[in-house]
């Protein structure tokens, strides 16, 4: 093995030790056959190269252009779409453009649940019948490097190259968005019940306030949870060294250990601070906004000392069955109308240049709403670490909320 080869292979076992294995028992898996695989396919597992399925390989093949198929998947966030009754509109119109039906999955609450989920599958250039799939950019990164999604073709997507907004078009880890498309961008918050709080929260400090002891909800998502920590201590996340990240999980394991932090959630945060069972939360733009509205002693604010920003994109995985026709969809969806009808119910910051101007004149409201059209000053992005960093990074913080 090269050196090159080997310090691939070294970097990609990193990135799985985030998921909770150390080095020694993924080896020692890989060598007796735990994993079910061979090591030259636990190495593609790994991402580590041999040229099997998604095995690590960036493909710099585009997807071939094709037939519209007659069904699609889709695997994406719960409440993460249109929704009209039982019906999503987005999807029924795609449906009528193209007659494509599209089977809607619900399935990520978090993304290194999904990443295991899927991870198995990916290695071995099988989508698991999934067509697209939403994840953090973050994430995104990685599905790419490890060659887990498709190059896309973007002479088959008009609508998003001429419509992507400038802001989230270049990424440093996919610079032309060839791997990947913003489905949309977000801010992470602190949501609060006030009739239980006694008042308003207005730092992240506040959650560490022991009047608060059992009541508290951070997020699984670890560049939300302790970016939003560093801010409140006067740290640039995205400046932070390795020390002061440490720091900031060391907080939040002690106060997880001691009780203040009832736990750590995905999605399900919604239904926790309805009930009253958590009422002092890190939580997510859009979802602030629904809950203001099925209770009106739910209030939101953006945290004092800045707030941490997120975009979630779309990408094809290897293997899917209908590459070209999920291109289309990404397509459609840049269609600042349609980009307009989704933002307009998930409450999220639309990548589409031209949905605001839509909604301006249907729903002002909506588009004069700064959650969803915010201002930016006070956001901050997280740093980049090397794989090596991310992987302690990533472990410390597993372990700092129990997983």
Same mark, same amino acid.
Not at 142 to 170: C, F, T, W
């Given at each position: 093995m090269s050196d090159a080869s080997r310090r691939e292979m070294d970097e990609l076992i990193e990135e799985l030790m985030a998921s909770g294995l150390n080095r020694r028992t993924l080896l020692k898996r890989a060598g007796a056959g735990a994993l079910g695989l061979s090591f030259a396919g636990f190495l593609a597992a790994c991402g580590g190269g041999n040229g099997i399925g998604g095995g690590g390989k960036v493909d710099t093949t585009a997807i071939p252009k094709g037939q519209i198929a007659k069904t699609m998947t889709f695997s994406n966030w719960p409440l993460y779409i249109d929704v009209k009754g039982k019906r999503h509109p987005t999807l029924d119109d795609f449906q009528k453009k193209y007659g494509t039906k599209v089977k809607y999955i619900e399935e990520i609450n978090d993304n290194v649940e999904f990443f295991g989920k899927v991870r198995q599958q990916y290695a071995q250039g099988q989508s698991g019948g999934r067509d697209?799939?939403?994840?953090? !950019?973050?994430?995104?990164?990685?599905?790419?490097?490890?060659?887990?999604?498709?190059?896309? !073709?973007?002479?088959?997507?008009?609508?998003?190259?001429?419509?992507?907004?400038?802001?989230?078009?270049?990424? !440093?880890? !996919?610079?032309?968005?060839?791997?990947?498309?913003?489905?949309?961008s977000g801010q992470v918050l602190l949501i609060y019940r006030k009739d239980k709080t006694g008042g308003d929260l207005t730092s992240v400090n506040d959650l560490f306030d022991p009047k608060f002891k059992g009541k508290v909800t951070m997020l699984t998502e670890m560049r939300d949870t302790v970016g939003s920590v560093l801010l409140a201590s006067g740290v640039d996340p995205e400046k932070a060294s390795l020390d002061q990240v440490m720091q900031a999980i060391d907080k939040i394991e002690k106060a997880s250990n001691d009780g203040q932090i009832r736990k750590f959630t995905g999605n399900e945060y919604t239904h926790d601070i309805l009930a009253g069972d958590s009422t002092a939360i890190l939580g997510w733009s859009g979802d602030a906004v629904q809950l203001t509205a099925d209770n009106k002693n739910v209030k939101y604010k953006q945290p004092e000392g800045g707030f941490m920003v997120f975009t979630d994109s779309m990408q094809v995985p290897v293997g899917a069955p209908h590459a070209y026709t999920a291109e289309k969809f990404m397509d459609f969806v840049y269609d600042p109308k349609i980009a307009a009808q989704i933002a307009a119910y998930v409450n999220y910051v639309p990548p589409v240049k031209g949905a605001k101007d839509v909604l301006l004149k249907s729903q002002p409201e909506v588009a004069n709403n700064p959650l969803i059209f915010p201002d930016l000053t006070n956001a901050h992005n997280f740093k980049t670490f090397s794989p090596a960093d991310e992987a302690k990074i990533d472990a410390a913080f597993q372990r700092a909320i129990g997983t």
């Open positions: 697209l799939h939403v994840v953090t !950019d973050w994430m995104a990164s990685r599905m790419k490097r490890l060659g887990y999604v498709q190059k896309l !073709d973007k002479s088959a997507m008009p609508n998003v190259v001429n419509n992507i907004e400038p802001a989230v078009a270049h990424p !440093d880890f !996919d610079p032309n968005r060839e791997y990947s498309v913003p489905w949309q």
